[in-house]
């Protein structure tokens, strides 16, 4: 049995709200939810004995921004990677910080870099960039002079 | 106005002591550091480097002034010279041969444990006058550790007073006997950390503490000014040294002529290598922690070895 | 861009009385801050109130300009991440490459990954007691434990004739096989290691001032350090048993025979020895693996020079000497990744800093910092 | 003005000759033997700086030791990368240091970016745009022997400068960012041969 059946046949014991919601993506187990649902998800998981945060990043897909959040157990020795999208015009959702403490600095970073809004984070400021930087520099359509592109060497 | 005169003297010679001790110090300090760290040290100017602490002097004469914007000008200016002229006058009292110091005064041990006490007075204004958060709390830092360490110093001194029968630096040095030495051991040592911690250094460094308030009370000094400063610690080292050396030792008491000399200063030598071997040694304390060594255990120390050389006394 | 201080309401007293607050600037150029780190910190009297990090000043976009880079190109760049570790960066990204692109690696191509990360452990903890150590004000511990590293760097420069940003692990394997003689050289360190590491265990932490100076200081209870997501040395030195190399035991480190090295107090002594003794327990990994590595391959035969892997998403994360250290990946099946994100554990271990240093006194607030052992490279990427 | 400059333009008024170039010679000596540094390590390249200053290297026996207070040094020694959020504090810590001084730009992303030139949004793409260089160290980064080569090569500038003001060297800013050859960090990191 592999790591990710495990996993799944664990969760269909121990919370057949979430058992539903899972899925294998590209060999990694994750759940993907709407952002309305991320906090309700987070805490179920968070019960279930999945107590680290480890990453909260996003990703730029042109229409959307999908979020990911890899959140790991010592209990069940297990991770996976919660994901929710946002759309790019309205780009925010809520805050984990209240779940993990953990999502504070690293959802300062995703809003630093990304522009992605954070509701109900104590202390959504940039983190990385200089506080008066104008623009999010991991967006794929980010302009800025500053950038020389490389010249294709391949 | 002999006095007078006398008195310029012996203050130009205690400034070109200090100058001289601060020279060769900086070397050596630098070669005995760099012994302990598996290193080399200054290598290029002059033979084994001697001439790195002169090259250093220049550069520094010559460096550029700074006085900060928001510092209180005169009073910036001023206060290296606050600093260096207790430790120049205490030297005035060190009994350098038998019988003989340069002020020969009734109570020149006092005035020895008292007058380099007063440059907390220059350390403070230095880092007030900065207008510098790092320079001010190095300088209340200095100010409280100078204070509390003066007593157990005194105290210490105190001892070798009650055995000689006088205050006087040069009574004590000419009435001392070779058993002193095992009876005021704890007395010594009392005066050596309390010696380390009036001068600022590690591991009583923290008014200057590098890793935490870059360089203290002298943070905004540049050039000639924290040149000053610097020199200040070395002439201290060399004050406490030479005085810890003949009255806790003898400063070679008893041995003919030039032999009596060599000794002395070799032991002062010896004490102030020490200085710095523990400096390049151990870590920092904290202040509390700095405080608590003075108040609970220095100070306790002393005044027991007070009693016993009370008691040693009456049961002479 | 300014330095300038934000201001803040003051605190109270109990009194009800607001307390004059002196606020102090550390940084971006301290020599406490390992770096470029800057601390804003408010202090009552001698005792810290609150302190705010301010990171970034080492922010060079990393990540961005992966985006424009093939997969090889990457691995330099992944150098630059933590400078005091550069291996492990390597080993991470290129895990997360292999996974991405289904590549299967050599055997002996593993063990050497092992052995340098090992080796790398040594020196970057090493790195992290020794300025620990120069953070206390004992220098010349400092240059002790350096010299211990730098027999690490010299055994690296052998390899892959680099001192401190190595590209040596690469997709597929590494860079180069050892040359003649290595891996007795290697041998001959980590038996010598043994007795230099007891002398600075001696020397430093049998200290009195160094004791009185670090235990009790900047204790982080086991919940918080979970819940803040501490890895590594400062999850462990508070009693937690995580650890990667044991938990996920990938690579060859299933075959290895080691102890997890953890802490009792969570103080910034116990964080600061669990990297000490955590040194002989790479020690002994390294002799493990030497004792069975055989010859072989040390790249996967067949490997294009222009890596596309097919569309998809890999994460993977190794132990590195900061706690777990992650790249996750994101490709959309051209030649350059699509996305890439490094996970950096001193990134989220200096987010705890706010939370120890409290109610400390300043001298206090550095050896926390010292303790949770940021590399900005990594912070700030 | 400093006395150094009183005492220079005096002599320099005096028609110059064998005063001022004795004690030019003097100056010159004192301060190429005592190049204090500051260390403004930012990235990967602190690290070899640190190496310098420690026991294999040992920077103390050319005379120079980093001290962390700029008010008490003569050379900054830029070591690593430096970011736009980073260049306010450098500049602003140059300023602090006493004249004379001098900058050396240690690493490739301290003389034109390094590896960072292209496509990163936050990094000055070499110190020289807004500090006055005196010396470039090659390398990614740079060995400790260069670093300490550089230093004496900076010890050679400082040696033939003269304290008279009409006879100072001239220091100039690379102001306008021209394109600096770059090479690829597999070229460049452990070669560190200083050019």
């Given at each position: 049995m592999t790591g990710f059946e495990q996993l799944q046949t664990r969760l269909a014991e121990l919370s057949p709200k979430l058992y539903p919601l899972f899925s294998e993506e590209f060999g990694d187990a994750v759940i993907g939810v709407e952002r309305s649902q991320l906090i309700e998800t987070a805490e179920e998981l968070r019960a279930l004995?999945?107590?680290?945060?480890g990453m909260v990043t996003a990703i730029d897909r042109q229409e959307w921004f999908t979020l990911v959040y890899r959140v790991a157990s010592r209990s069940l020795s297990a991770a996976v990677f919660l994901k929710t999208r946002v759309p790019r015009e309205d780009a925010h959702l809520d805050s984990l910080c209240g779940v993990w403490p953990a999502a504070n600095w690293q959802e300062r970073e995703v809003f630093d870099l990304f522009g992605i809004v954070f509701d109900g984070h104590p202390d959504l400021r940039r983190i990385l960039l200089p506080e008066d930087w104008v623009g999010y520099p991991l967006r794929k359509d980010y302009e800025d002079d500053r950038i020389i592109r490389r010249p294709d060497y391949i | 106005m002999n006095g007078f005169v006398w008195g310029l003297i012996v203050g130009l010679a205690a400034g070109l002591l200090i100058a001289i001790a601060a020279l060769i110090g900086v070397w050596w300090e630098r070669k005995v550091a760099a012994k302990i760290q598996m290193r080399l040290g200054p290598q290029e100017a002059g033979p084994a480097g001697l001439l790195q602490t002169l090259a250093d002097t220049i550069k520094l004469v010559l460096k550029e002034d700074i006085t900060p914007n928001q510092a209180d000008e005169p009073i910036f200016r001023f206060a290296p010279f606050l600093v260096f002229v207790p430790c120049a006058a205490a030297l005035a009292v060190v009994p350098f041969a038998t019988g003989w110091a340069p002020f020969n005064i009734a109570s020149s041990a006092l005035f020895f444990l008292a007058v380099p006490a007063l440059s907390v007075i220059g350390i403070l204004l230095a880092g007030w006058s900065s207008r510098n958060t790092y320079a001010s709390i190095g300088g209340v830092r200095g100010a409280a550790q100078m204070i509390s360490y003066e007593l157990p110093r005194t105290l210490s001194v105190l001892s070798l007073c009650l055995l000689a029968g006088s205050i006087s630096t040069v009574g004590i040095r000419d009435a001392w006997r070779w058993w002193w030495i095992p009876l005021t051991a704890v007395g010594f040592l009392v005066y050596f950390i309390a010696s380390i911690a009036e001068l600022n250094r590690g591991p009583f460094d923290l008014p200057e503490a590098e890793s935490e308030l870059v360089a203290g009370y002298f943070a905004d000094y540049s050039g000639i000014r924290w040149a000053i400063f610097m020199m200040v610690e070395y002439g201290g080292m060399v004050a406490a040294s030479l005085f810890g050396a003949a009255l806790f030792f003898g400063?070679?008491?008893?041995?003919?002529g030039a032999l009596g000399a060599v000794v002395f200063v070799i032991l002062a030598c010896t004490l102030a290598t020490v200085m710095i071997w523990v400096k390049w040694t151990f870590p920092r304390m904290r202040p509390d922690q700095l405080m608590g060594l003075a108040w609970k255990v220095l100070t306790p120390m002393a005044l027991v070895q007070l009693l016993v050389v009370g008691a040693v006394i009456a049961w002479l | 861009m300014t330095l300038q201080i934000e201001s803040r309401t003051p605190a109270l007293d109990d009194a009800g009385h607001p307390v004059e607050e002196l606020v102090l600037n550390v940084g971006p150029s301290h020599p406490s801050t390992h770096g470029v780190g800057r601390m804003i910190v408010h202090l009552d009297g001698d005792v810290v109130v609150k302190v705010t990090p301010v990171i970034g000043?080492?922010?060079?976009g990393i990540e961005k300009m992966a985006e424009n880079r093939t997969y090889l190109q990457i691995v330099p760049l992944t150098d630059r991440l933590d400078y005091v570790g550069s291996m492990y960066a390597n080993w991470a990204y290129c895990r997360a490459v292999e996974r991405l692109a289904g590549i299967r690696v050599p055997e002996r191509a593993e063990y050497l990954r092992v052995i340098v990360c090992e080796l790398q452990r040594i020196a970057s903890h090493m790195m992290s007691i020794g300025s620990s150590a120069a953070d206390t004000g004992a220098f010349s511990m400092f240059i002790y434990t350096f010299d211990v590293r730098e027999g690490v760097v010299e055994l690296f420069e052998n390899l892959c004739g680099s001192r401190l940003t190595y590209n040596y692990v690469r997709p597929g394997g590494v860079s180069k096989d050892v040359p003649e003689g290595w891996t007795d050289d290697v041998l001959a360190f980590t038996g010598s290691l043994g007795p230099r590491l007891d002398e600075l265990d001696r020397l430093f932490f049998g200290n009195t001032i160094t004791r009185g100076r670090l235990k009790g200081v900047g204790v982080l209870s086991p919940e918080d350090a979970v819940a803040w997501g501490a890895s590594g040395p400062a999850v462990r030195g508070s009693g937690v048993n995580w650890d990667l190399r044991q938990h996920r035991a990938y690579s060859v480190y299933p075959r290895m025979e080691f102890d997890v090295v953890v802490g009792e107090r969570g103080d910034a002594y116990d964080r600061a020895r669990v990297r000490l003794l955590e040194c002989y327990e790479s020690a002994k990994i390294i002799e493990q693996c030497i004792a069975q590595m055989r010859a072989g391959a040390i790249m996967t035969e067949g490997l294009p020079r222009l890596l596309a892997p097919p569309v998809g998403e890999a994460y993977d994360h190794i132990e590195s000497a900061r706690g777990s250290l992650g790249v996750y990946l994101v490709s959309d099946g051209s030649e350059r990744p699509y996305r890439m994100k490094v996970r950096s554990p001193a990134f989220c271990n200096l987010a705890l800093l706010p939370l120890l240093a409290v109610g400390h006194t300043l001298p206090d607030l550095v050896v926390i910092l010292g303790s949770l052992d940021p590399v900005f490279g990594e912070v700030d990427r | 003005m400093a006395l150094v400059d009183r005492i220079g333009a005096g002599l320099e008024s005096l028609g110059g000759g064998i005063i001022l170039t004795t004690v030019d010679s003097l100056v010159g000596w004192s301060r190429g033997q005592s190049l204090w540094a500051f260390p403004m390590g930012t990235a990967c390249c602190a690290m070899e700086l640190i190496a310098a200053s420690f026991n294999k290297f040992d920077f103390d026996r050319l005379g120079t030791f980093p001290r962390p207070d700029p008010r008490h040094t003569d050379v900054m020694i830029i070591a690593g990368t430096i970011t736009e959020k980073m260049k306010p504090a450098v500049s602003r810590l140059y300023e602090q240091m006493p004249d004379p001084k001098w900058v050396i730009a240690m690493g490739n992303c301290a003389v034109s970016g390094g590896i960072f030139y292209y496509d990163s949004y936050s990094v000055v793409r070499g110190a020289d745009s807004f500090l006055p260089v005196d010396v470039f160290i090659a390398g990614c980064p740079p060995r400790p022997e260069s670093l300490q080569d550089g230093v004496l090569q900076l010890r050679e500038l400082v040696r033939t400068e003269s304290i008279a003001p009409g006879k100072r060297r001239e220091r100039t800013l690379n102001l306008p960012q021209a394109p600096v050859a770059h090479t690829g960090s597999t070229i460049a990191e452990g070669s560190g041969e200083v050019e």
């Open positions: 004995g999945f107590d680290r945060l | 400063g070679g008491l008893g041995l003919p | 000043y080492l922010h060079r | -």
